[in-house]
């Protein structure tokens, strides 16, 4: 069983940063991509960005390109969410996720496997 967990959230205001991580447990041959996804009260979980973990690819929302950054370290089995200019629509649960999905997938929340318990972003306007 591979075990995700964030950290990294909290409170900030409109035009802030934060830095959201995510440590694995460990490493499976099927966890190729690290994703991050977000959820707004009463909203659906919304794809946010995602990393592969062997070549140099990287997915972003449409919405948070140009603001936010994903990162990897490879020997800490860690994932970094670097959040800048942060608007109040932002506000959600980040959750972290892995999986090992195709590329026109990547966006499919359905498509990874393990996930983290969510950290809270609060974005004040």
């Known amino acids: 069983q591979v075990q995700l967990v964030e950290s990294g959230g909290g409170l900030v205001q409109a035009g802030g940063s934060l830095r959201l991580s995510c440590a694995a447990s460990?490493?499976?041959?099927?966890?190729?991509?690290m994703g991050w996804f977000r959820q707004a009260p009463g909203k659906e979980r919304e794809f946010v960005a995602a990393?592969?973990?062997?070549?140099?690819?990287?997915y972003y929302a449409d919405s948070v390109k140009g603001r936010f950054t994903i990162s990897k370290d490879n020997a800490k089995n860690t994932v970094y969410l670097e959040m800048n200019s942060l608007k109040p629509e932002d506000t959600a649960v980040y959750y972290c996720?892995?999986?090992?999905?195709?590329?026109?997938?990547?966006?499919?929340?359905?498509?990874?496997?393990?996930w983290g318990q969510g950290t809270q972003v609060t974005v004040s306007s």
């Open positions: 990393i592969r973990w062997s070549v140099r690819s990287t």
């Open positions: 460990r490493r499976t041959f099927g966890m190729t991509v």
């Open positions: 996720a892995a999986g090992g999905p195709i590329t026109t997938m990547i966006l499919s929340s359905s498509a990874y496997n393990y």
